[in-house]
């Protein structure tokens, strides 16, 4: 399901609009980096929480496609964001984990951090498998 | 503090990038506004759930914000997204109320729904307020 | 469905612990009430966090139970508290609600009240239906 | 403060209700043990998502307290559970530890494990310091 979880995530315009990249995938873990512009700030000029959970959110909702089974699509059910101290640094990497799989729910965990590891938000969240329609 | 609300929300470079407009304000509740494209967008063409939840946290802010004293600034200290289903409507509005005010921390709930009411998602937000420099 | 979730709700040895009652059940939501005794207090003798959330967990997942297919369990997948002030008074209740009902997941939200409709926490939380052993 | 979160823990009426003992405390982190008995469970016989809940409730709230100042209280302002499979030891161990201490608030997660360290659940967690009245 790695090549899958590729391929869905270069299908997300707003993936696009933020400038994200993933940067490494292997089966249950997803980093997804992001350089800073004018465009993803709140009104201090750091990078917006919304552009925080966003990343968490994708790099969970892949991370835990690539245990899915095959033609799986992946939703989010819930998610979770505390924000520890402000992003101010110019790049940030969002690393989403699968902590348990079920059959239908994966939990996972995530966060985003600058280059040298210093921690700015933390998320809890459940992904939901969805059965591709054969059409697709 | 409304205009300030107004003044804060015109600075954050993420809510240009997303369209987003204020379309209410009053003392504990605001309302956003967003017109889909495909910078908005997850796999399956929908509005991705950060931009949903990036809706919802600045709707929160704000709404915390004009409720708090005067040179307050807000901040996110958590929140928190329930996805009901996929937000598939053009136009979607963002509302968060001010559930209960604190000294230093905020309650706030939102949701975003299509221009019929339609419900797509839920938000329990903790707002924090920080005292602006005074050079600011 | 209303009656297997007063069964259900009977069969829960925490509940008894707590002392707490269904004191109205629908489709769709039920109330819980509690009475303060010196076993469910916190460090300065108002009712535990862990008291409220537990009254709001049950009062989701029966609301949830009953707009369940028959021969239906419900399991709690995920649930968020907020607290807005201490628990003071003598009796509260906690009120679940359903929100919205899918096959598989029933999202529901919670709070808990004094009598005079003092609200003192909130929940978002999400139920999921197991089917039940034949055995059982 | 090691010693006033001791203190402060014998005085939770609840935490006797639940036969819950602190296992392990220092700086940042505590950890707490609890033995089933008919009076914890759910309805199928397992430990209760209310009891797994209080105890890292309570784990992380004492956690924050061995790193806030002295003559400081702690109260929680919100916490989210991730269940990940029922509770079916006879044994489980909450442990909460402090990520991000700040002022006023103090970031904590927590987990709650068997003895073999099989997860159950999981906990993000928001505490706030309060002032002790000097009368206490």
Redesign the interface.
């Known amino acids: 399901m790695l090549e899958e979880a590729k391929k ?2 270069l ?4 993936m ?2 933020l400038g994200a990249k993933i940067i490494h995938i292997e089966k249950g873990e997803v980093k997804i980096q992001c350089n800073k ?8 000029g750091f990078f ?4 925080l ?3 968490m ?2 790099a969970c909702g892949y991370a835990a496609l690539t245990v899915m089974p095959k033609n799986s ?1 992946v ?12 992003a101010t640094s110019e790049i940030i990497i969002a690393t989403g984990k699968v ?2 799989a079920g059959k ?2 994966v ?1 996972c ?1 995530a966060k985003v951090e600058d280059e040298q590891g210093k ?1 700015y938000t ?1 998320m ?1 969240a ?1 992904m ?1 498998s969805m059965q591709k329609n054969k059409a697709n």
Chains 1, 2, 3, 4 share one sequence.
């Open positions: 869905s995530f299908k997300q315009g707003f696009k609009t512009n004018d465009g993803l700030t709140q009104q201090n917006h929480a919304g552009v959970t966003s990343l959110d994708v699509d939703l989010s059910v819930e998610f979770k964001t505390n924000l520890l101290r402000p902590i348990k239908t729910l939990f965990e921690l933390t809890q459940t939901i």
